[in-house]
């Protein structure tokens, strides 16, 4: 027994009387906000896909039907030759339908972020162009507007009631 802690003796305590240290307790964080309290400063920003990324998803892709084809030519035990022009082939078709296709979001799996970024994009964007709204659009840029054009009603209104006193 050391520093005053603890039971003075053991004895009809059912324990030990070895202390230690408690575990579970949990100390209290920073003080500090983990968010922003300017709310102008918190904007939605999108998410944007890695082109890299996106790139490789869809080489791997290509590659993937790619040896499909081979390993099935090979089963049928095709010449090489022929293997390599019926692939080299293949390759290219689907590269030029990789290039031409747009992206959905309807076949897509949750890990497959960057290509849902894509997608979300491109579904803002119609969506923007469906409606009509211009591309510069800033979020609750209408509420800013109206509070200065009520800001300078009131300015006006002001400047004229001091007029009016200095007339009477």
């Not at 080299?88 to 990789?98: F, G, P, S, V, W």
């Amino acid at each position: 027994m050391s520093s005053n802690v603890g039971l003075s003796t053991p004895r009809g305590s059912g324990t030990s009387g070895y202390v230690q240290r408690n575990l579970s307790h949990l100390r209290p964080r920073d003080t500090i906000a983990p968010y922003p309290k300017d709310y102008d400063s918190i904007k939605h920003r999108q998410r944007q896909p890695d082109k890299d990324i996106l790139a490789h998803d869809r080489a791997r892709e290509i590659e993937v039907k790619v040896f499909d084809l081979r390993d099935k030519l090979e089963d049928e035990e095709v010449d090489e030759e022929e293997i390599e022009a019926q692939t080299e082939a293949l390759r290219k078709k689907l590269t030029i339908e990789m290039n031409g296709a747009k992206t959905s979001s309807r076949g897509l799996k949750s890990h497959q972020v960057h290509e849902l970024a894509a997608a979300k994009i491109e579904e803002s964007e119609k969506l923007r162009k469906a409606l009509g709204i211009r591309e510069d659009y800033e979020e609750g840029s209408h509420w800013k507007k109206q509070e200065e054009r009520l800001r300078d009603a009131t300015l006006e209104k002001g400047k004229l009631d001091g007029r009016r006193d200095t007339v009477r």
